[in-house]
């Protein structure tokens, strides 16, 4: 048994990858706690096993001294191999488990093996993992056997062997997607900085290329777009909605509720809400089926948008002036003198005016209430113009009281 024991670890080194020196030092205090059992010693007697890593002979000691018994031999041979089965097993679990862990957020293929209480059980060969149902397309089905693509969402150690748990449902296994079939992505040439999907129905990503002589939509799109509809193939006909980027917010607000035509947009940068004024042939197609292109527009954007059509908006304004005269809010002008306005502000154009109003800046109070740091976000408006236009604001407001 000798030379076959090192033989057997070696082997085992090679094919499992576990390292040889964690497998002599388990077997030589396996072997040594089963010699306890089988020998009486000293209760301050320690048995000691030592595996010579040349020749694979197995010594026993105790207390320094070493013990010969004709026993020795069948309690080694018997040890020696549960504790390399146990080895074994352990070590390939770990194999798998430090493989897939390294794997997270990426995209591996298998064989469908079986299902489960709506899970599909995938066959990964060295392993199997799983697809919940909640990360399941709810439009996609498969069949036994079937090869399937998915985004490796999470790996768990448990006892029984690694959890490997994947997704087809996730918004970043089209981010995945898209990084192996456009290699102005994978090259870090077109950047994908947002993504937005319900899955098996529609996805919406925005892109933005940081070479000008690029084109970051074309590129997504592919010639004759093979490379967006490769994409929709695999996810069994998806729709896919490329946005371009922009740091102008009404630009990628515009782009991100495509296909709709915007008529007029109105932002509060401070809290992320913009509100959106469309034609009444335009609503349905902003809104979309069941509110899909505004919600998904909005997570792509991380901002609340509200979405009416002309009539809506100017019901809601006059609601809106009712109900500030009702508590109070509005400021009624001196017998014979014109109440202030925004426009009366030094500086104060017909562009500027616009974008104070598109900003939500539509009253004196508003601009009187307002830091000059918020002001100076609108475009056209420095810190100077801000400052002087937060101090004649409230002039105003005293000289109207």
């Not at 035509?261 to 809104?287: F, G, H």
């Amino acid at each position: 048994m000798d030379s076959e024991l090192l033989v057997i670890l070696e082997q085992l080194e090679r094919d499992k990858g576990i390292n040889k020196d964690i497998l002599i030092e388990a077997v030589e205090m396996a072997v040594a706690s089963a010699a306890k059992k089988v020998w009486t010693v000293d209760k301050d007697e320690e048995i000691k096993v030592v595996l010579d890593r040349k020749t694979g002979k197995l010594t026993t000691y105790a207390g320094g001294q070493e013990i010969r018994s004709h026993e020795f031999g069948r309690i080694a041979a018997q040890t020696a191999k549960q504790v390399v089965i146990q080895k074994i097993r352990e070590a390939e679990k770990d194999v798998v488990f430090t493989e897939y862990q390294a794997r997270v957020g990426q995209i591996i293929s298998g064989g469908v093996y079986r299902f489960d209480k709506g899970n599909i059980i995938v066959d990964l060969g060295k392993t199997e993992a799983f697809v919940p149902k909640s990360e399941q397309s709810g439009k996609e089905e498969f069949r036994q056997g079937d090869r399937i693509r998915a985004y490796v969402l999470d790996v768990k150690r448990e006892t029984r062997g690694p959890q490997i748990i994947l997704s087809r449902a996730h918004p970043s296994f089209v981010k995945r997607l898209f990084e192996l079939e456009v290699p102005e992505i994978f090259e870090g040439i077109v950047e994908i900085k947002s993504i937005a999907r319900d899955a098996g129905e529609r996805t919406k990503i925005a892109v933005y290329s940081k070479d000008e002589k690029v084109d970051c939509v074309g590129a997504c799109v592919g010639m004759r777009g093979s490379r967006v509809k490769n994409i929709v193939s695999e996810l069994h006909g998806e729709k896919i909605d490329i946005v371009r980027y922009s740091s102008d917010m009404k630009e990628y607000i515009q782009a991100a509720l495509s296909p709709a035509e915007i008529s007029q947009i109105q932002i509060n940068a401070n809290d992320k809400k913009a509100n959106i004024i469309v034609a009444d042939d335009q609503l349905s197609l902003a809104i979309g089926k069941h509110g899909q292109n505004v919600r998904l527009a909005s997570r792509l954007l991380g901002w609340e948008l509200n979405i009416f059509s002309a009539d809506q908006w100017q019901a809601q304004k006059e609601d809106q002036q009712k109900q500030r005269a009702k508590e109070g809010l509005l400021l009624e002008p001196q017998q014979g003198q014109a109440q202030a306005t925004i426009a009366d502000l030094s500086g104060v154009g017909a562009k500027l005016l616009e974008n104070l109003q598109n900003a939500g800046y539509d009253s004196l109070e508003k601009i009187a209430h307002s830091s000059v740091e918020d002001l100076t976000a609108i475009k056209g408006l420095g810190q100077v113009r801000a400052t002087k236009m937060v101090e004649e604001a409230k002039n105003f407001l005293k000289e109207n009281e």
